[in-house]
């Protein structure tokens, strides 16, 4: 199959890593012919090009580009395309992606591979990166079930854990466990900067270990992802961060309280279901 990949970044270059191996023709495009070039140098595509027009006799096409410029590309993708080109994005937003192309292109699937990194770029991608990794499909009532199915069956090459939901619902979902905690952990950060003790700032510094390291992780990744986020899920968030702010004021007065009983039953039922929201990789 050709195949083709807008946006040769972490996401991108991991799907033309995995898609060549699998013995498809890749074309990739990117904004800088250097991230082209890189890109063949490393076995990530066949050919590349800044112009649209290479994929002009692709039959699927991953749009691998920022939120914001996922519409905009599909604009202008469109007098490339043939008829039957199949579109899908790989955006961790989906209701206003979805509304805004498939009334555009009938053959387009949203889409959200759960998969990263702390890095991006394309030097950052990675074979394999989708292996045993969520991966949401969002059709709507009038997706093509023949573009579907050849989407899913390309997700299921890459061996990733293949789901469906509606774009709502993605996005209601991904608000709890993605963007809410960047939003979290960045406010942590922040809140540690925020120490007015030079001395008592440089200490923490000094002695943070692995428990600072994972809850502060996700909030150091890539602004312009995060803000991203923010702006198009921004209903989804602002309900989520809502409850988490009451579940924070609820912990606080338990602790202002001393009411160690209720704070160590909290304690106990997040400990029992964590795992709920975890999956073994």
């Not at 699998?22 to 112009?51: C, F, N, W, Y």
């Not at 759960?114 to 394309?122: E, L, Q, S």
């Not at 579907?148 to 509606?166: F, G, P």
């Amino acid at each position: 199959m050709e195949i083709g990949i807008v946006g040769l970044g972490l996401i991108g270059g991991s799907l033309g890593f995995d898609l060549r191996t699998l013995g498809h023709t890749v074309k990739g495009v990117s904004r800088q012919p250097e991230t082209g070039d890189q890109a063949i140098a490393m076995g990530i595509v066949d050919h590349a090009s800044i112009h649209l027009s290479l994929l002009k006799d692709t039959e699927v096409i991953f749009l691998c580009t920022p939120i914001a410029a996922i519409v905009p590309t599909v604009q202008q993708l469109i007098p490339y395309l043939q008829p039957d080109t199949i579109l899908t994005d790989v955006g961790s937003v989906k209701e206003p992606i979805v509304e805004a192309i498939s009334p555009l292109w009938k053959q387009f699937i949203g889409g959200h591979p759960m998969a990263g990194k702390t890095t991006d770029g394309i030097s950052a991608a990675t074979p394999g990166l989708f292996a045993n990794r969520p991966y949401v499909l969002t059709p709507v009532d009038n997706t093509s079930p023949q573009a579907l199915a050849r989407v899913e069956k390309l997700v299921h090459s890459l061996n990733a854990r293949l789901y469906h939901c509606s774009p709502s619902n993605h996005d209601r979902s991904v608000a709890w466990i993605s963007h809410l905690p960047v939003i979290v952990s960045a406010s942590l950060i922040a809140a540690c900067l925020e120490e007015d003790n030079t001395t008592v700032k440089q200490i923490s510094q000094q002695l943070s270990s692995s428990g600072f390291r994972d809850t502060s992780r996700v909030g150091g990744g890539n602004p312009e992802l995060g803000t991203m986020m923010a702006q198009y899920n921004q209903s989804c968030l602002l309900r989520s961060l809502h409850q988490y702010r009451q579940t924070l004021d609820r912990f606080i007065d338990q602790i202002e309280q001393s009411h160690w009983d209720k704070l160590a039953q909290e304690l106990q039922k997040t400990q029992k279901e964590r795992p709920r929201y975890l999956k073994e990789d």
